[in-house]
């Protein structure tokens, strides 16, 4: 695999922090969504309107970004299990099961904790859609109860493990038996959610959708929110907070629209909603910056000692999961806040040339992580 070059956060020495953090939110974060001439625009990122922003900014290459989205499935794998179901759920796991093997393969059992929020969990939470979703052709509900809930989801999980895929895989997506009820949301009806809605139009604007551009122009994703508080305010009046019966319904508008569609349809639009729903935070779990404080307190005296602490920090975060770019920026900004939360003033981004692919495992690992564990499953390595 061909090497990169690096995408150092390289800023003037007298850079602080808090505006790394500023420039990660309001700069480049936002010049991911445009188009590719102002992506390539080395200066793009001292467009900010905050005095504050820095002079210089790094050059940006095609090379250097990480993924807006999750990838193309992975290709497949053979496994003999056979999986023991509970008998009790109405999905229909024929019709959905390539892609029930495309999930299994991206959430496979050795790679699923790395993978997670980058192929994994963006592929299972579609594939639990698209069952719901049609499943309603015959049980006229787009929601379980929890009993068949907690059947169904059952289910899934051992067809998902008897082809190779995690058998954490609940605890690494968060996903429980609620997922599949109809939680808030007041509509659940098959029919009636059709015909609340401008059908034709919702299905207009995510038939089509584009998993380059979507978590940026949310065309699809701001017609099923608009979509979505129709039916939260269409029947009787919710005791709870608003935004969370609008949320509750975008997951019922997602079934209602892989009702809609065929299996291998529904899941391609759903698959990118889901990619870009995980972008919007940091997936990673920072550790304690006692080590950093300690030892970048008085930078300027002892440098190396500094990024050696800096260097095993990150370390710990890489082990955790592979991120996409838009996590990567959200990532280096929630730990610049935390640097500065440590009363940690100095620029030590720049000082130890920190880059954002320090915030998730290197490409090049990656690939022999996954050829290693591959051989190691089929016992030949």
Request: hydrophobic content about 40%.
């Amino acid at each position: 695999m061909e090497e990169t070059p690096p995408l150092l956060l390289k800023q003037p020495n007298q850079f602080k922090l808090p505006s790394i953090a500023l420039l990660a939110l309001s700069g480049f974060h936002g010049s991911l969504c445009t188009i590719d001439s102002d992506i390539l625009d080395p200066y793009i990122l001292s467009r900010s309107n905050n005095d504050a922003s820095p002079n210089s900014s790094p050059s940006i290459a095609p090379e250097d970004m990480f993924l807006l989205q999750a990838p193309s499935p992975l290709m497949p794998y053979t496994y003999t299990g056979v999986p023991k179901l509970s008998g009790h759920c109405a999905f229909n796991f024929s019709a959905a099961d390539s892609i029930l093997r495309t999930t299994s393969t991206d959430c496979w059992s050795s790679l699923a904790p790395y993978l997670a929020n980058v192929v994994c969990c963006p592929q299972f939470d579609a594939s639990l859609a698209v069952l719901v979703g049609q499943a309603s052709s015959q049980s006229q509900s787009l929601a379980l109860n929890l009993t068949h809930a907690r059947h169904c989801l059952s289910d899934v999980e051992q067809i998902l493990k008897s082809q190779g895929a995690s058998e954490k895989l609940l605890e690494i997506c968060s996903v429980d038996p609620s997922n599949l009820t109809e939680s808030s949301c007041p509509v659940i009806d098959v029919n009636e959610v059709g015909n609340s809605l401008n059908a034709s139009s919702l299905l207009a604007s995510c038939e089509k959708i584009d998993p380059t551009i979507e978590c940026c122009n949310q065309v699809c994703q701001n017609a099923i929110s608009a979509a979505a508080e129709v039916l939260a305010f269409s029947g009787a009046p919710v005791l709870l907070e608003k935004s969370t019966v609008i949320s509750d319904c975008k997951s019922i508008i997602v079934r209602w629209m892989a009702s809609k569609y065929d299996p291998s349809s529904a899941n391609r639009i759903i698959r990118v909603l889901s990619s870009c729903d995980i972008n919007k935070s940091c997936p990673l779990v920072f550790p304690d910056l006692k080590n950093i404080s300690k030892e970048c307190g008085e930078v300027a005296s002892n440098p190396t000692s500094c990024c050696n602490a800096m260097n095993s920090y990150l370390s710990r975060l890489q082990q955790q999961s592979f991120v996409t770019n838009l996590q990567a920026f959200n990532c280096a900004t929630l730990l610049g806040k935390k640097l500065q939360e440590a009363n940690i003033t100095s620029n030590i981004f720049d000082l130890c040339h920190v880059n954002l692919k320090d915030f998730s495992l290197q490409g090049q690992f990656f690939c022999c992580i996954f050829f290693s564990l591959q051989l190691s499953s089929l016992g030949t390595g």
